[in-house]
């Protein structure tokens, strides 16, 4: 399971090759399979959100596992955005334009519920979460999405049973760096 951390530097390194230019002075392309591998790691803060964002996580991880595999025969996004617009199936369903978009979606959802989360410390984990979702995603779900997903908030971890769970990730990470140098934790 990934940690907070390497998920948080996954997202940093992604924003350096951003910024970076290549050797004629333009922003460098991102790369298809980096961009899928750091947002893979992302699925793991749906999992700690329990039931409620269950449809959330299988949609998002089946878009991405897309990508992972057009990252097979195209080497960055904008190779993906050529070939539906050339292909006239940027808004087909499965495209990998929209598969994207999704992707993106999920991402947003994650740094809203997250933004609002951290806001403040009497912010409940239902009213971020459904504030990130009304943000993010309710303008383009049905009515009956919109309930599913409302009675589903209900569902939540405590704020403080996600820190818990966030938390264990990280001092998984921790133990998992001690002993893959043959170092003994109980000193």
Known sequence: ??????????????????????????????RL??????C??????????GLAFKFARMEYVTKVQNL?????????????LDMDIAND????????????????????????LFEQFLST??????????????QVCAPYHSWTVRAAVSAGMYTLPTR??????????VIEYIDELFISRNIKLNW
């Open 1 to 30: 399971m990934a940690s907070l951390s390497l998920i948080v530097g996954s997202f940093e390194e992604l924003a350096k090759l951003l910024n970076s230019r290549n050797g004629r002075g333009c922003k460098t392309d991102l």
């Open 33 to 38: 399979d980096v961009f899928c591998e750091a």
């Open 40 to 49: 893979s790691l992302v699925s793991v803060l749906f999992n700690c959100l």
């Open 68 to 80: 992972v595999e057009a990252s097979k025969a195209y080497d960055n996004l904008h190779d993906i």
């Open 89 to 112: 199936t940027v808004k087909a369903p499965g495209s990998h334009s929209r598969n994207l978009r999704r992707v993106r979606q999920g991402l947003d959802l994650v740094r809203a």
């Open 121 to 134: 410390n009497d912010y409940s984990l239902k009213e971020a979460a459904s504030t990130a979702y009304a």
């Open 160 to 169: 403080e049973q996600l820190l818990l769970r966030l938390n264990e990730n």
